[in-house]
């Protein structure tokens, strides 16, 4: 399954993972982990505010249209409205996909789920 997500780059973490679970809503997990990966920054966690951030100001410097990321979920019970954006204690692999920066306004998250 894929589906694309749009965030404004005034968005939070929480904003971003409410997004995800109203738009996919088989996920439960407490904790959820994005990972993303660009030159030079391997396996990033995107994890919280600072992290999405962080983000945000390395597509825009760089002038990346693209982010390659994989979601995990720790598999707690917890629901969606009540997860901690930044704690995970590992999990499996939900889901695989990529973030396009559509403008200097937006970021598309498109999510690929196994």
Do not use: N
């Not at 966690?45 to 390395?58: I, K, R, T």
């Not at 999990?91 to 789920?113: K, N, Q, Y």
């Amino acid at each position: 399954m894929c589906a694309g997500v749009v965030l404004s780059r005034r968005a939070t973490f929480q904003d971003l993972v409410e997004k995800l679970c109203r738009k996919w809503s088989d996920l439960k997990g407490g904790a959820l982990l994005l990972l993303y990966s660009l030159e030079g920054h391997a396996k990033c966690m995107l994890s919280c505010d600072d992290d999405l951030e962080a983000l945000f100001a390395l597509t825009l410097s760089r002038h990346i249209d693209a982010v390659d990321v994989i979601l995990m979920d720790s598999g707690s019970s917890s629901t969606c409205s009540t997860v901690d954006p930044c704690s995970s204690d590992g999990g499996s692999i939900a889901g695989r996909g990529e973030l396009t920066v559509d403008d200097v306004v937006d970021l598309v998250p498109s999510f690929f789920w196994a």
